[in-house]
Each structure stands twice: as structure tokens, then as C-alpha cells.
């Protein structure tokens, strides 16, 4: 049965960007027979301005009956003045709770050709090639009881709670761990154990799901030595999972390493492995409109959603290989372009991506 993919241009440059990956995947899914429907929505400020809300329920309906969805990215000074209930990101965070999307990979991969992007040295991070598993919909950003309250002495108290159940440890530890298995088998578990109970809790359940992946090298670290260790020598690492705040900061820092946000991929997949895929950049008001925006995000996330949740890796594969040669060939939008290098439109770059696929098959 034909595999059904929600398209979610959104704002700003999402549009753009998202025109490019569909180039790649609708050449990729006639040439390997992938069998792949796509059907358009609006979300964010788009659908807003449509609809009155950021999330309509016709959109909403159809990321729940597709297989995966492509989203670009949302929001704009347009839309700033609107109050937060109404906001395009409000759609964002709507979703990803909606279709329960619990589990978020986030890879920092530092491409040779751009070594110089990165703030480090070319020997700490060149080859970086790593995956940020963050818990999406649980912890601290979740938990109740929050506010800011008003104590008996007149002063003001803030609170929020950090709580994860037994089972939401469990099926984000199972998510990290066939993650592993699928790059290089080796796990780094990141909490704060030595302090927090919730994390203790994290840690014994982590050890304990790890004796169904016995191909899996599992290791723990405390949150703090993981922050210097991935500026230090970020290498070490294959994949790291952890809580929703601590992933959040993480996998910013692990972006960082490679200097480029034009070029990082994002997946957030459900207990059964479907998902939403998208580039990790917003969506670039600055440059929205102008042909000028990076789409390899946005293609190395379509990518990810062949590997994750449509199970091709060969197609994954030929798409990064692709993307790579692209790159070989000193093809370069604004973002990432220095002398030498030859400097393309977004279209450009979707182009020259696709006749390096192309000349594979
Ligand atoms: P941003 O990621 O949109 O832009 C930051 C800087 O990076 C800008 O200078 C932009 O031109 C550049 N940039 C981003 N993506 C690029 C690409 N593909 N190619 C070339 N350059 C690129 O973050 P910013 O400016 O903080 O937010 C702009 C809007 O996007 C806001 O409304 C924000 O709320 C929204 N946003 C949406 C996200 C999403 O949809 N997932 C994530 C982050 C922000
Ligand atoms: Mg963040």
C-alpha cells in the first residue's frame, strides 16, 4: 500500500526549502519504486492568516493518518504581535504532542568540505559524526505542578517540576537504543544521577532495557562533564540520549560544533516510528523570498525519514552521498559559501543535488 506523507511548508523560507526536498524524494520514489504519496496543509503563520489558528483540524487530520510528515519551518514578524495561543510555533508544539512525538534525533555532522565553518580546531571536529536523542513531550517542560505563586512573606516563588514515569524512560531508552544499533553501537545515557532521583530512576531503567540490546555498548554521564566533553572532544560520542531540558541545551551545543545551521536535519518519532521530519533552523524571515536559503537541512531530513520511519537506507544513503558530492563539486548557497566556491540559489543547490543522484543510478 502506498506510504502517505503529510507536506507542511509553513513560513518564511519553509516554502522554499521544502520545494527542493520534494525534487529529491518525488526522482528518488520513481526511481526505486518507493511507492510515496505527498498531500499539502498549512500550519503556522500560513495557516493562520487562512484559518485563524496555527493548527487547523484539516491539518491536524492528515499528519494523523499519513506515515510521516515534512515540515519546513514556522512563524515571522508578521505573526508576533498575536497572542501565544495563536502563534505559528504554537503549531509546532500542538503537533508534536498531538502525534505524541516523543522521541527527537537530532545529528550533528560536520560535512569535510565545511571544516572551516566549525569554531573548533579541524582535528577535534572534523569527521564529527553524532546523534542527539532527546525526550520530547516529558520532564521539566511538562510537569505539573508549575506557576509562580505569591508566598505567606509577600514574595514571589517560582516552580516547575521534573517528573518522568518509569514508562516514558523505558520507550525513549528503546527508541536510543535501536538508534544505536542502526549507527554504531555504542550509547551514552546523560543525566544528573548524582542528584536528582528522577535521573537515578532514568539511569536504572536505562541499564535495564539495555540487556535486550546486548549488541549495544551503553555508558552513563553526568549532564555537566557532557557539556565540556562535547566541546572538548566531541568524537567520543556515537549516539547520546536524554531528558527533554537537558537534550534541549545538548543537542544546541552539538549543533554548534559544525558551525553550518543550513545544513541540520531533525527527526521526532512515535512509539511505532512514525514521525515528523525538518530542518532545525527556523525559518529565516531575514532572507525569506530571496531563492537564497540552504535547503540541505531540509534534504538531509528527508533522509532521515527514509531511514526511520520508511526503513530504506539505501535511499538514505543515496541521498547523503548526493548531497556530499554536491558539496565536492564547491557548489555553495550564501550561508556556507566562501572563496573560491561557487555561489548557487536555493533551487540551484536542489538541482545540483539531484543530478549527482542521477549520475548514481
Ligand atoms: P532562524 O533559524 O530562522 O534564523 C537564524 C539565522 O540563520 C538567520 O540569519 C537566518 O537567515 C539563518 N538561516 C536559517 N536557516 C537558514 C537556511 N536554511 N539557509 C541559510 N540561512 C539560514 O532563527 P530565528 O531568526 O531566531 O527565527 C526566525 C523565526 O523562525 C521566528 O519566528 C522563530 O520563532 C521561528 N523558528 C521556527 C522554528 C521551526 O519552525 N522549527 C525553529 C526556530 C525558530
Ligand atoms: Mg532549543
Not at 545540483?352 to 542521477?358: I, M
Request: hydrophobic residues 45%; negative net charge; aromatic residues 6%.
Amino acid at each position: 500500500m502506498a506510504k502517505k506523507i503529510a507536506v507542511l511548508p509553513g513560513d518564511g523560507i519553509g516554502p522554499e526549502i521544502v520545494a527542493e526536498a520534494l525534487k529529491i524524494l518525488s526522482f528518488l520514489n520513481t526511481d526505486m519504486n518507493l511507492d510515496l504519496v505527498f498531500e499539502n496543509a498549512l500550519i503556522g503563520g500560513a495557516a493562520y492568516d487562512a484559518f485563524g489558528t496555527p493548527l487547523p483540524q484539516i491539518t491536524l487530520n492528515l499528519c494523523k493518518n499519513a506515515d510521516a510528515v515534512l515540515l519546513g519551518a514556522v512563524g515571522g514578524p508578521k505573526w508576533e504581535p498575536l497572542p501565544h495561543a495563536v502563534r505559528p510555533e504554537r503549531g509546532l508544539l500542538s503537533i508534536r504532542s498531538e502525534l505524541n512525538l516523543f522521541s527527537n534525533l537530532r545529528p550533528a555532522i560536520l560535512c569535510p568540505q565545511l571544516v572551516d565553518a566549525s569554531t573548533l580546531k579541524p582535528e577535534v571536529v572534523s569527521g564529527l559524526d553524532i546523534m542527539i536523542v532527546r525526550e520530547l513531550t516529558g520532564g521539566i517542560y511538562f510537569g505539573q505542578p508549575r506557576g509562580i505563586r505569591l508566598l505567606e512573606n509577600g514574595e514571589q516563588q517560582g516552580y516547575n517540576t521534573l517528573v518522568y514515569s518509569e514508562s516514558e524512560i523505558r520507550r525513549i531508552a528503546h527508541s536510543a537504543f535501536k538508534t544505536a544499533q542502526k549507527r554504531h553501537k555504542k550509547l551514552c545515557s546523560v543525566d544528573k544521577a548524582n542528584v536528582l532521583e528522577v535521573t537515578e530512576l532514568w539511569r536504572n531503567v536505562m541499564t535495564e532495557v539495555g540487556k535486550d540490546y546486548p549488541d549495544v555498548q551503553l555508558t552513563h554521564m553526568y549532564v555537566d562533564n557532557a557539556a565540556m566533553q562535547l566541546v572538548r572532544a566531541p568524537k567520543q560520542f556515537d549516539v547520546i540520549v536524554t531528558t527533554n531540558m537537558f537534550g534541549d541545551i545538548l543537542s544546541d551545543i552539538a549543533a554548534m560544533l559544525t558551525g553550518s545551521i543550513g545544513m541540520l536535519p531533525s527527526a521526532s518519532l512515535d512509539a511505532s516510528g512514525k514521525g515528523m521530519y525538518e530542518p532545525i533552523h527556523g525559518s529565516a524571515p531575514d532572507i525569506a523570498g530571496k531563492g537564497i536559503a540552504n535547503p540541505l537541512a531540509t534534504i538531509l531530513s528527508v533522509a532521515m525519514m527514509l531511514r526511520y520511519t520508511f526503513n530504506q537506507p539505501a535511499a538514505a544513503d543515496r541521498i547523503e552521498q548526493a548531497v556530499n558530492a554536491a558539496l565536492d563539486a564547491q557548489v555553495r548557497t550564501a550561508d556556507i559559501h566562501s572563496e573560491g566556491m561557487v555561489k548557487v540559489s536555493t533551487s540551484e543547490m536542489g538541482d545540483t543535488v539531484l543530478d549527482a543522484l542521477r549520475r548514481q543510478s
